[in-house]
């Protein structure tokens, strides 16, 4: 099969001919369909993820058609098309039992811990609990582009923080898995404000919906949001899994307020320094959040089958295979609006 290999930190990735996939016992094995390009990509490709070692395929954000099943496999059939969540749980264990499948002992990481999905094929172990057949009209693309962020922005919304209507959501980071919470935050009945520091970002998000948008290169982004929310946002989300934006989310919550990290703290910012007298004085609640377990599909998939959010915007750049090192690179700086899809695996 056709893979874009990652050969060495940062390096361009390199399109090959490799081995097809063996097809799991318990498994199945997808030809691609689409497949997005994340900034958690970007975290494997610079080096930052110690669960990622050369030669490796990335991608971890795809849907595909089942082309081969494993013995052990009861659900699926061959031409089923279908969607997985980038945690593939064991489905056995006690957390699994009790459907917390996103913190799974033994869960697989397709696109870290295994060959991903910058490639024509690719094997899928733990099918029957983790694939979700897709609603015949939602095209691959946008399925793809639902990859880690609109699946982990629900699950921390509606899993986490259990946003309600009427309430303040701050969304910190203007990226994919920001601009998934502002338009999952906008279907639930919230209102929602923005951060970033790149104004296209910015006037991406008012065009999207957003109640108001904050320049964080202007001033205090937390004092602005507190300021637009008449005492502080409900719900925070930091999307981004940087110092600033994370004390910047705490520091922009009323009391009793909601605070999901979303984005990755990785590289030098595992550790971070905290305005932990925020949390303290304000009572404030912080989660993390990481995926979304396998069985919360339906609920979103309905959500957007019903016409009740439209996530086509999501999708910026339809690209080709080949041009997944140019996507990746882009995340060193501020990145355009939008997600890029790879739809094309020939070239």
């Not at 919906?209 to 930091?238: C, P």
Request: aromatic share 6%; charged share 20%; glycine share 10%.
């Amino acid at each position: 099969m056709r893979a874009a290999l990652l050969t060495g930190w940062r390096k361009p990735l390199e399109l090959s001919m490799v081995e097809d996939p063996a097809c799991p016992p318990d498994g199945v094995v997808l030809k691609v369909l689409a497949c997005g390009v994340c900034r958690s990509d970007w975290h494997a490709w610079t080096g930052a993820d110690s669960d990622v070692s050369l030669p490796h395929i990335p991608g971890h954000e795809y849907c595909g058609v089942v082309e081969e099943v494993g013995p052990a496999v009861t659900r699926w059939s061959v031409g089923d098309r279908v969607i997985a969540p980038f945690i593939l749980a064991c489905g056995r264990c006690p957390d699994c039992a009790a459907g917390n499948q996103t913190i799974c002992a033994s869960q697989a990481l397709p696109g870290f811990t295994q060959a991903g999905a910058f490639a024509e094929l690719i094997a899928v172990p733990y099918a029957d609990s983790n694939l979700t057949r897709l609603p015949e009209r939602m095209e691959p693309a946008l399925a793809a582009a639902l990859g880690c962020r609109v699946t982990t922005a629900w699950q921390a919304l509606t899993g986490r923080a259990a946003l309600k209507p009427g309430e303040w959501l701050a969304v910190f980071g203007g990226g994919g898995v920001g601009i998934s919470a502002l338009l999952l935050g906008r279907a639930l009945g919230a209102r929602v404000v923005v951060v970033d520091v790149v104004p296209d970002k910015l006037a991406y998000a008012t065009e999207l919906g957003a109640h108001a948008v904050v320049d964080a290169r202007t001033g205090d982004a937390a004092d602005a949001v507190r300021e637009i929310t008449g005492g502080g946002a409900h719900v925070a989300i930091e999307a981004l899994g940087i110092p600033e934006t994370t004390a910047g989310a705490l520091r922009a919550l009323r009391k009793l307020g909601r605070m999901v990290q979303v984005g990755m703290p990785a590289g030098e910012h595992t550790t971070m320094e905290l305005p932990m007298d925020a949390v303290y004085s304000g009572q404030l609640a912080v989660y993390g959040t990481r995926g979304m377990p396998a069985w919360r599909y339906p609920s979103l998939l309905s959500l957007i089958d019903g016409g009740h959010v439209d996530l086509t915007p999501l999708i910026a750049r339809r690209v080709r295979l080949s041009q997944a090192s140019d996507e990746l690179a882009a995340f060193d700086a501020p990145a355009p609006p939008g997600v890029a899809v790879i739809t094309d695996f020939q070239s």
